[in-house]
């Protein structure tokens, strides 16, 4: 992308222009404006956290608390009191949002549950699709530049609505609240009956939660989970791609992104607003317009420059959307538009078209979909009732946003009888011998031996 400067703004914002040129899928894809990687700088540092933890527990953590943290920690786990006196000092307009995130997060989560399928193959014959719920989770909830009680929400409420029995918690220790998580994430944690909580951050918390935490003279042990959910830094990660193997991971979920479609019939004070509200997350938040309309694109420029520069984290919001990651692409139509967004595979995606609802019914790829003038980013970041824990850099195209699913797994259970077995029979012993695998036939003829030897004739007729 190229940066182009207006008159009215008051910064440059990077642009493509992919007007009058059809490209394939795999250069759309490349063309995408994208932050750059930083997996490969990241990885050994984390490498070195995970064995540190791994090898030393609470006194690795406790030294990784006191150099990225700069607080003294003896033990990790935030005390039951301290979670009961921060619901009791939460603000109550805060309680009240928090309390109606909860309730329409929770009834989407509740239907998202699937049925067990029971399938009769044949007689005597069923095979089961039994969802279960994994026995114990991890959900890291993220410190950094701001405080997210939200990502709390969206954390437990899934896995509660999964069945999921043991449930920890970790996000960083901060300095300024004596050494634990923000008060106002405790309250979050203890108003969803979390009170298993530790002021834990970045790649240590995710070590600490796949291998678990040996008890010792600090504290009682950390014990590992089966799953480790929630969004973070580049550390976190990086440290959830590296303990995958041994865990079940949402996503590598990096920094948030918003792309939004739009005609020329769109609000450019919203369609601002919106780019803004995601660029205020982070320097490196992206926040791309897709339009076919210059008029708009001016529009939305010089709306940008008025709103972004009268927002509290200006400087912050004026990084995000002018840097690589950022920026205006122009298209032929809406048509070429919907390509762009599904090479594109937003975190977030927004519809500002005519017929809005019938366009974002023909996107494949985003983690989460916005259709219309009234269905803003931020409503699906607190209140819509979804999931904002969501698949970003691209990786929309093959993963979902967190969900019910993400804390189940499908066990399948085989129930055949004896005759049901014997139908088949043949069919097993002449596909083992073509895998020269003759022992699996034998499995299934051993069954039928002492039968067949029943029914044969006496020697000598």
Known sequence: ??????????????????????????????????????????????????????????????????????VEQAHPKVPAEALEEALAALDPAVRAGLEESIARARTFAEAQKPADAVVPIADGATVTHKWVPVARV??????????????????????????????????????????????TILAAA??????????????????????GVPASDAGPALEPVDVVTGPGNVFVATAKRLVKSVVGIDAEAGTTEIAILADETASPAFVAADMISQAEHDPHAASVLVTDSAA?????????????????????????????????????????????CDA??????????????????????????????????????????????LPTSGTATFASGLNVTTFLKAVQIIDYGRAALQEVGGH?????????????????SVRFRDAAAAAAPPAGR
């Open 1 to 70: 992308m190229t940066a182009a400067t207006n008159p009215d703004s008051s910064f440059a914002l990077p642009v493509l222009d992919l007007r009058g040129r059809r490209l394939g899928p795999a250069e759309l894809k490349a063309a995408m404006p994208r932050a750059e990687t930083t997996f490969d700088v990241a990885s050994h540092a984390v490498e070195e956290i995970i064995g540190s933890v791994r090898s030393r527990g609470f006194e690795a953590l406790a030294e990784l608390a006191q150099r990225f943290d700069g």
């Open 190 to 211: 203890r108003l969803l009956g979390i009170d298993e909580v530790y002021a834990i951050g970045g790649a240590q918390a995710v070590a600490a939660f796949a291998y």
């Open 138 to 183: 991890g959900l890291y909830v993220p410190g950094g530049l701001a405080v997210y009680p939200s990502s709390v929400v969206m954390n437990v409420v899934p896995a509660l609505a999964a069945g999921v029995g043991s449930i920890a918690l970790a996000s960083p220790p901060q300095k300024d609240f004596g050494g634990l998580p923000h008060p």
């Open 344 to 389: 594109y595979a937003a975190e977030h995606l927004e519809i500002h078209t005519r017929d809005a609802a019938a366009v974002a019914a023909r996107i494949r790829n985003a983690g989460a979909i916005f259709v219309g003038d009234y269905s803003p980013v931020s409503l699906g970041d607190y209140c819509a009732g979804s999931n904002h824990v």
């Open 428 to 444: 097993i012993v002449a596909l083992a011998q073509a895998e020269d695998l003759p022992a699996h036939g034998d499995a299934v």
């Open 296 to 340: 708009l694109a001016d529009a939305v420029r010089a709306e940008l420059a008025v709103q972004a520069a009268a927002t509290r984290h200006a400087e912050r919001v004026a990084q995000a959307l002018t840097g690589p990651q950022s920026g205006i692409i122009f298209v032929d139509d809406v048509e070429q538009g919907i390509a762009v």
